[in-house]
């Protein structure tokens, strides 16, 4: 049922930049699992963290109960890419684009929903690999994520993000400071992609 809604929304994204989007994060399996619950829960304010090419900020600002997204990336490049998207979909007036490591150009503000489909796989760290990369053991942006969101979540306001199995990150890690909702599963190939609701212990 909510495929009839999504996929002629990807199809339509994907039209405008399907040629060559340089080491902006061209939306995978990850990106529409995420999409797909998004379209469910998301409303009010919300954070798009990590935009890449826009997609999910451009889906949520397409929801009539989304009063306002703020797209955030640290790539320079990705932030363009998500605006001119926005653009093109005529919703950038309900839009704000920041370019940023994680929260650290949103001091004070909060949300009633962040989405984040973090980088997680290991690397040594060069620039050129933020795209993709979630640090030296895969896991620290993510862990710095969640250790900084909740200061940003209005008091009901829940977060939706995609883990996969090369994470290293187990639900029984999350549990000790979130109340965890398994939304869906998605084994691929060589990994399994989980897409999760998580609502800080501390607003409970
Ligand atoms: C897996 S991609 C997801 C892109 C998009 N949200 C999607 O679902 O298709 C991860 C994104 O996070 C961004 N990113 C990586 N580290 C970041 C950080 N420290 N702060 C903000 N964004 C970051 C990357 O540039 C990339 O665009």
């Known amino acids: 049922m909510l495929g009839r809604f999504i996929y002629p929304f990807i199809d339509e994204f994907r039209q405008g930049h399907s040629q060559n989007m340089g080491d902006v994060y061209q939306p995978a399996e990850d990106s529409y699992l995420l999409l797909k619950h998004m379209e469910v829960w998301v409303r009010g304010r919300v954070l798009d963290m990590g935009t890449g090419s826009g997609i999910l900020a451009i889906a949520a600002a397409r929801k009539p109960d989304v009063s306002e997204v703020v797209a955030v990336d640290i790539n320079p490049d990705s ?12 919703l950038l007036g309900k839009m704000d684009f920041r370019v940023g490591d994680l929260f650290e150009g949103l001091d ?12 997680y796989l290991p690397s040594e760290g060069d620039c050129s690999e933020r795209t993709w990369s979630g640090g030296i053991k895969g896991s620290e942006v993510i862990s710095r994520f969640l250790t900084e969101a909740p200061a940003h979540l209005k008091a009901d306001g829940g977060m939706l993000i995609v883990i996969s199995t090369l994470t290293g990150l187990s639900l029984n890690d999350l549990k000790e400071s979130f109340e965890v909702e398994v939304l869906e599963e998605l084994p691929l190939f060589f990994e399994t992609l989980t897409c999760l609701l998580l609502r800080p212990s501390s607003h409970l």
Do not use: H, M, Y
């Open 108 to 119: 004070g503000e909060s949300f009633d929903w962040i989405v984040f489909n973090p980088p």
């Open 79 to 90: 932030v363009e890419t998500a605006r001119l998207k926005a653009k093109d979909s005529g």
